[in-house]
């Protein structure tokens, strides 16, 4: 069988399907672990570090990635009620610490993944209405996944910066690229 032999309406839901759990397995199993390795390898000070006035640092880049993700999924197609006061999270100063700020990325990322879970595929390209806009589910999902990852790439480059060291997100020992970034990094000492 082939997909011409499938009828339209069942390969939109299987595309739907595999879009939603993607986008659920990037944000779980990707995003998320290596913005741990990064927040591990700084003290609380560094996390609040920013070079200058008009940048953020890597904590209110966990604060804002966190808001954002609960306010397009877990508040735009979920149905929570939306608290989320944007501004909030690049006007913090004071530093909150690290253990605490994965503490709440973790349960956001863990909210928005139940929500995806429960979210109907056929869903995918009906409207809401998100951070006072119109949006598809689909596009919600999407922008969610891409923000993340383009806000995990600049917590990677400032960890880089900060701490000085690899991250070792992949093992290329054998030639070929393994992600190590659910693992313990080497230690380099033994």
């Known amino acids: 069988m082939t997909d011409q032999d499938v009828p339209t309406d069942i ?16 944000l779980r199993e990707e ?8 927040v591990e ?4 000070e560094q996390v609040w570090w920013r070079p200058n006035s008009e940048s ?3 904590g209110n880049l966990l604060l804002h990635i966190s808001g954002n993700a609960r306010q397009w999924i877990v508040c735009g197609l979920g149905g929570d009620v939306d608290l989320r006061q944007r ?5 913090e100063r ?5 253990e605490e700020l994965l503490t709440r990325l973790r ?9 995806l879970e429960r979210f109907d595929p056929a869903s995918l390209l009906d409207k809401y209405r998100i951070q006072g806009t119109e949006s598809t589910a689909l596009a919600a999902i999407f922008h969610v996944t891409e923000h993340f990852s383009m806000h995990t790439g600049q917590i990677i480059l400032l960890t880089k910066m900060l701490a000085g060291v690899d991250l070792v997100f992949y093992d290329f020992s054998t030639g070929k690229p393994v992600h190590t970034w659910h693992q313990a990094p080497p230690n380099p000492e033994r």
């Not at 004071?94 to 690290?98: F, G, L, Q, T």
């Open 94 to 98: 004071k530093i909150i610490a690290r």
């Open 87 to 91: 501004q909030t999270e690049f006007d």
């Open 107 to 115: 349960a956001t990322v863990a909210d928005v993944d139940q929500a």
């Open 11 to 26: 390969l939109l839901a299987s595309f739907s399907l595999a879009f939603i759990q993607k986008a659920r397995e990037l």
């Open 56 to 58: 953020n640092s890597i």
């Open 41 to 44: 390898k700084l003290s609380d």
């Open 31 to 38: 995003y998320l672990p290596k913005i741990e390795r990064c």
